[in-house]
């Protein structure tokens, strides 16, 4: 489930970084949601490979390439999904950053929801792993 709401929000932010940028084009809700769906496949696999080898020029910039890599992606999506379409590079690395915004913003607002919680057997296995431990304060000291 908490996939899904990240997916919703990524479709989300797609959608209104299209409405607020002139540069970026989404023709439907349903382009929007697979831009989100290859954009978070992208995010997910290819991101941190580029950044591996663009790490001495990102080092160099102070971390700015991130936005260039980030813009790269977006362009990439645009070539695979019909229906949405990014026009320019400058176009991308503020829609990307506009993404970046609007999605850590709604995500903000959804908060802990679409996380995933441990319940009954997989809670008390993961207490005798020691995966976590829980305190809580009584009468002044943590027990």
């Not at 590079?89 to 995933?116: C, D, E």
Request: proline fraction near 2%.
């Amino acid at each position: 489930m908490g996939l899904f709401v990240r997916w919703l929000i990524m479709t989300l932010s797609v959608m209104a970084a299209s409405y607020l940028m002139d540069g970026i084009h989404v023709s439907g809700f349903f382009s929007a949601f697979f831009a989100a769906a290859i954009l978070g496949v992208l995010n997910a696999v290819f991101r941190p490979i580029l950044f591996l080898l663009t790490l001495p020029l990102t080092i160099m910039t102070f971390g700015l390439f991130i936005f260039v890599l980030n813009a790269l992606l977006l362009m990439m999506v645009s070539g695979v999904i019909p229906g949405f379409a990014v026009y320019s590079f400058w176009s991308a690395v503020f829609g990307s950053v506009l993404i970046s915004l609007i999605s850590w913003l709604l995500s903000s607002l959804v908060g802990r929801q679409s996380s995933v919680y441990y319940t009954g057997a997989e809670r008390s296995r993961r207490k005798t792993i020691g995966a976590s431990i829980e305190m809580k304060r009584r009468r002044g000291r943590w027990e």
